[in-house]
């Protein structure tokens, strides 16, 4: 049976929370692109179809306990305090923008940051992921929203399980969620902020189906992350980079935004050697060139692992007008793109990541859950 509609979690605090006033970008003062306004673009296209797409914006609380599974404790402190304590010692109120970060070959010793100034090196790695007072809120709200839409997940899952069993389905039209969310998640390291990301909702998402489906029948389920950000999601290679559940997968540009991840050469290290898949693309891909080589990824890497879940890192900054990325992609491309995951044949959840030409936002991340529905 196909499904008729997809069910999208979100919430208006994802609008009304977050909003830095500016952006250092290539040099120059520029508006903050991570804006408020990306969400409701989105939401508006949701809205006006709703034949395809059910909205809810009730979200449960799951407290710290899934977000420290994947984040350093310290971290989590310093981003629940760090716009007060700037504050305090004289920071400026458009918010926590490191001036000084800790390079490698700046490190003689090792010092302890005590001030909020020497924190904010500390735990970013960036200069556009800006604290202000409600960034924390923001993001943890991001991340408890994902995660109710990841219990639904797994419930869907389970019962999806159960009708392939019973002979009542195939596996043609799996269920699928999707995540509104902002800010987002895969540049958020374990104990990082940056590129926009603080909490990382994709890991966050993906340890807790580990997690949750361990507990409750002793045994993991799978899961493979599929991130098609234009930008590499070195966040959540890193979280996972030594564990061979979940399979990290990212189709991303080459020489780009965050420069010095997403290499071919990185594929994982102990456990996790094999599990890490980057694929780099130049900056002239076009439609059919990027399609065909996730299709390429899907069937040589995704679908041989046998996942029992699909989380996908949903960036539409792939697309041709973003203004801060953007490969050749037209928005004829987005329902092949949500075709092709549905091939994989297994319950998934999107989450939103990247994607800043707001006129377009909504018929590319539409055009992903449509063709994924089968309803391109």
Not at 21 to 45: V, Y
Not at 69 to 77: G, L, N, T
Not at 93 to 102: D, E
Not at 127 to 140: E, G, H, N, P, Q
């Amino acid at each position: 049976m196909t499904p008729s509609l997809m069910k999208v979690y979100t919430s208006k605090l994802c609008t009304t929370m977050h909003v830095p006033k500016f952006e250092l970008l290539d040099g120059g003062e520029s508006q903050f692109f991570e804006s408020p306004e990306r969400r409701e673009a989105i939401h508006r296209f949701l809205v006006e179809h709703p034949e395809t797409f059910e909205i809810t914006e009730q979200f449960d609380d799951f407290g710290k306990e899934p977000i420290q599974r994947v984040h350093a404790q310290d971290f989590i402190e310093y981003l629940e305090s760090a716009f007060e304590l700037w504050i305090a010692e004289g920071g400026h109120p458009n918010g926590v923008i490191p001036s000084t970060i800790p390079h490698k070959k700046l490190q003689i010793g090792r010092v302890k940051p005590k001030t909020s100034f020497a924190k904010a090196g500390e735990y970013c790695f960036d200069l556009s992921a800006v604290i202000t007072k409600d960034t924390f809120k923001a993001a943890w709200n991001a991340a408890q929203i994902t995660l109710t839409a990841t219990k639904e997940l797994l419930r869907l899952g389970t019962e999806y399980e159960k009708n392939m069993v019973d002979g009542a389905i195939n596996r043609s039209h799996p269920p699928g969620l999707y995540a509104l969310v902002r800010p987002p998640g895969h540049h958020a390291q374990s104990n990082l902020c940056g590129g926009y990301c603080y909490i990382n909702n994709a890991a966050v998402s993906t340890q807790w189906i580990i997690d949750q489906s361990e507990k409750e029948s002793g045994q993991a389920k799978k899961v493979a992350i599929l991130d098609i950000d234009f930008h590499h999601g070195n966040g959540t290679q890193e979280i996972f980079y030594n564990v061979r559940n979940p399979l990290y997968t990212s189709l991303h540009s080459e020489d780009e935004y965050p420069h010095f991840t997403g290499s071919e050469l990185e594929k994982g290290e102990g456990d996790g050697l094999g599990y890490n898949i980057n694929i780099p693309l130049p900056k002239n891909t076009t439609d059919d060139e990027y399609i065909e080589t996730l299709e390429k990824l899907i069937r040589e890497s995704v679908v041989p692992y046998k996942p029992d879940y699909i989380i996908v890192s949903l960036g539409v900054d792939t697309y041709k007008e973003d203004p801060i990325a953007g490969f050749l992609v037209t928005s004829d491309a987005y329902p092949r793109m949500g075709e092709a995951i549905r091939k994989i044949g297994v319950p998934t959840l999107f989450i939103q990541e990247g994607g800043y030409c707001i006129e377009k936002l909504g018929i590319n991340v539409g055009g992903v859950l449509r063709g994924y529905l089968g309803k391109a």
